[in-house]
Structures are given as structure tokens and as C-alpha cells.
């Protein structure tokens, strides 16, 4: 990659030796125009050649030049903070962690997300009050930093109040105690996040945050069985939430790979859960055949991430198509049987999935539902898949929906199928 600046264009080339230099001569004369270059140019540089770039900074780094890098504080990039703060704590000293706390107090919004870095890896007693402080701050890295810090310290007035704050009213404010009992990883955490994923408007978000510092498969195996079913949940709303709410990319964080190698797994061998792997597996199959067969959803997705995205595709692929019209048939089993939500996850899918004989089946259960919510998903699965006209018993229906709203969309289904 060209840059402007020839100090920080050499610091990103193959010659070890030209490279090495360049971090040199950058740290040791505190070169700011060749560090803002980099800065400015970060998202357009590949992440194992900005990893490979932050080592040779910090290598150029020792006791006699560290202080220079306060003078790049004033322009932040998560890409390189790491770089910044181990290099200050492995050869910083006694001043330089009061000038790190004086930043944290009275520093810029970029300056105090390094200095919370810092306090990743120098934990000070002192810093606490003002981490949680920051740890409030609408600056994202300063934010994330800061839970970090207070994570590695663990702090428990930061922890309890975060956790308490799951339980709150406002959806911006349980996801952002989500975001930050993630960041903060303590694993006793777990089941309250699962619990505020599961009641949330903002589910896909959360679960997001539950599998970045929990690995979803094992999770789908544990011994507690609410935890266990509430990350099948939080697997679904990942598969909702992909390129929705996040790139594909994630397909690594997530260990979507994984996730869907232990549902196939784990439904030959039989559970009670086997209809919900069943309602996982034909949603995670129509998603990722949606993403491989569309290059809308690929045009700016790296190698590695095509190469993911063709491996998920391929292991669901490898099954025949029997072994897929056995997990529909599950799916009848998981409107039977299954939880609220899960009734309405399958019924959703046999929405997206257009599966126009389910129509006799679900006519059966919706006769005999009397969950006004249910009811009304029914007959909205129905007008999908075009079976509402063979709907009998219109008006017994309808008297079973209280809610005016939920009958009036009822009502316009069955008007327009006349």
C-alpha cells in the first residue's frame, strides 16, 4: 500500500530491515506526520500487516525513547493502542503511570482511551473511579478500554452496577451494560446477559456481545439446561443479525463454523431439543446459502472471510436433501412442543422457506392455539406460504385475539383472502 508519508509507507513493506528502520527513526524523533498517516489509514490496511507494523513499533521502542509516544496520543486507532500501552508499561516507570492517570482525568477522549489501555495491563487502585467514569463515555475505544481495564482489575462497583443495569428499562442502556459485561469477562455474568438477550428489542445486538466472550458450542452442551436453551436462542438471533447487524467477518468471532458442527452433531444423537437444532440448521442453510449465492453480500468481505463463508456452505451442503426434509418435518414437532418464542421461530421459517404443505398442518394448530401472538403468526405464515384461504372458522379464531391491534392485522388477512 502507497502512503503519503514515505516513513510509514516503509514501515508497512515486506523488507524487514527497510521496516524495522522506519519504526525506528518514527519512534525515536516522535515522527507525528508519518504516525497520523498511519492513523488516517488504518481501516484500508490489512489487519496482519498492521499487526506486523505495531511489533516493529514496539520493538523500536526502550527506555530511553518511550516517553516520545505521548506525543502520538492525541490521534487513536484500536489497531495500534495495544502497541502503546504495552510499550509504556513494560518500559515505563513510576511517572509515567501518574501521567497516564493525569490523562485519564483530564485528557481528550483519544488520549484517555489509551491511557485506559494502559490500565489493561498496570492496574492502580487510583484509576478505578475515573475508568468507571469513562467507561460511560459515548467514545467508543474509550469505552471498551475502560470496561477492559476494570475487568482486569476486577472491580466490583463497576461490575455490580452494569450487571443491575441489564435489568433497566431502557434498551440503549441494557445493551450498553451488555457491551460492557463482555469486555469486562466475567463468566458469572453469562446468564443474566442470555436472560436480558431473550426479554430485549435489541436481541441480535446482545447475543452479539454473549459470543464474543462466551464460545456459543460449548454452551449448546451445558449442564444447565435454561443456559442451554437460551444459546440456541442467542445462535438464532445471530444467524438474524448476520450482515443485518453485522459483516460477515464475525462468521469467525461467532464460531458459526462450530456452532453448526456440534447442532449436526449433536441431533444424531437425540434430544429434546433435537427440533429446535432442526429449526437452527434449516435457518442457518437459507442464510448462508442467501450470502454464497449473492455477491452484494461479499463485495467487500476479505479472502480468509469468502474462504469461511464457502466452508459453512459446503458442510451443510454435504447433507442430502432427505436429511433437510427430515429437519421440516422436526419443524411441525417444534410448533407443537416448543417454547413461545420457539413456536415462533418456526413458524418464521416456514415463512422464509415458502413451505406451501405445511398449510394443512398449521391449519390444525391454529384451531386449537389460544395464544392470541401465536395465533396471529400463524395466520401470517399462512398468507405467506398461500394456504389462509383454506382457513375454516374464521370468526372461533378471532374471538380468540383480545389485543385490537394484533385482531386488526388478523382481520385484513382473512379480508383480503376472500
Not at 57 to 63: G, M, V
Not at 103 to 109: A, D, F, Q, R, V
Not at 154 to 164: A, E, G, I, R, T
Not at 253 to 268: G, P, S, Y
Request: hydrophobic content about 40%; proline content about 2%.
Amino acid at each position: 500500500m502507497n502512503l503519503k508519508n514515505k516513513l510509514a509507507g516503509d514501515l508497512l513493506k515486506k523488507d524487514k530491515n527497510l521496516s524495522q528502520e522506519a519504526a525506528q527513526r518514527i519512534i525515536n524523533n516522535a515522527d507525528l506526520d508519518a504516525w497520523i498517516c498511519l492513523i488516517e489509514n488504518s481501516d484500508y490496511i490489512l489487519d496482519f500487516i498492521k499487526r506486523n507494523a505495531a511489533q516493529k513499533l514496539f520493538y523500536a521502542c526502550n527506555p530511553n525513547n518511550v516517553s516520545n509516544l505521548f506525543e502520538f496520543l492525541d490521534y487513536h486507532s484500536p489497531d495500534f493502542d495495544e502497541f502503546i500501552a504495552s510499550a509504556l508499561a513494560e518500559y515505563g516507570n513510576q511517572e509515567i503511570e501518574e501521567e497516564m492517570l493525569a490523562i485519564l482525568k483530564n485528557g481528550t477522549n483519544q488520549q484517555k482511551a489509551y491511557a485506559a489501555k494502559f490500565f489493561c495491563l498496570i492496574q492502580k487502585d487510583e484509576a478505578s473511579s475515573l475508568l468507571f467514569e469513562s467507561s460511560q463515555s459515548d467514545y467508543k475505544p474509550l469505552a471498551d478500554n475502560s470496561a477492559m481495564a476494570l475487568g482486569e482489575m476486577k472491580d466490583q462497583d463497576s461490575y455490580k452496577y452494569y450487571l443491575d443495569l441489564l435489568d433497566s428499562d431502557d434498551e440503549w442502556k441494557i445493551l450498553n451494560a451488555a457491551q460492557f459485561l463482555s469486555l469486562y469477562n466475567n463468566k458469572e455474568a453469562l446468564l443474566p446477559m442470555l436472560k436480558a438477550m431473550s426479554k430485549s428489542t435489541m436481541s441480535e445486538h446482545i447475543a452479539g456481545e454473549i459470543a464474543s466472550f462466551e464460545k456459543l458450542p460449548s454452551l449448546f452442551r451445558a449442564q444447565n439446561k435454561e443456559i442451554q436453551e437460551m444459546a440456541l436462542e442467542c445462535f438464532d438471533n445471530i444467524l438474524s443479525g448476520l450482515v443485518e447487524v453485522w459483516p460477515l467477518s464475525v462468521c469467525f468471532n461467532f464460531e458459526v463454523k462450530a456452532c453448526i458442527q456440534t447442532l449436526l452433531e449433536d441431533l444424531q444423537q437425540g434430544s429434546d431439543l433435537s427440533s429446535k437444532y432442526s429449526q437452527l440448521l434449516l435457518k442457518a442453510k437459507n442464510r448462508i446459502e442467501l450470502f454464497y449465492a449473492n455477491d452484494e453480500y461479499k463485495y467487500d468481505e476479505d479472502k480468509n472471510t469468502l474462504t469461511e463463508l464457502e466452508d459453512i456452505y459446503n458442510l451443510l451442503n454435504s447433507y442430502p436433501e432427505s436429511f433437510w426434509e427430515a429437519q421440516i418435518d422436526n419443524l411441525f414437532e417444534e410448533i407443537e412442543n416448543g417454547s413461545k418464542k420457539r413456536k415462533i421461530a418456526a413458524l418464521n421459517l416456514f415463512a422464509t422457506l415458502n413451505i406451501d404443505y405445511a398449510s394443512k398442518e398449521l391449519i390444525r394448530f391454529l384451531e386449537k392455539c389460544d395464544d392470541e401472538n401465536i395465533i396471529c403468526e400463524t395466520i401470517i405464515t399462512l398468507s405467506t406460504i398461500g394456504g389462509i384461504g383454506s382457513v375454516q372458522n374464521k370468526e372461533n379464531i378471532l374471538q380468540k385475539i383480545k389485543n385490537e391491534n394484533l385482531k386488526a392485522i388478523a382481520e385484513n388477512i382473512f379480508l383480503t383472502c376472500v
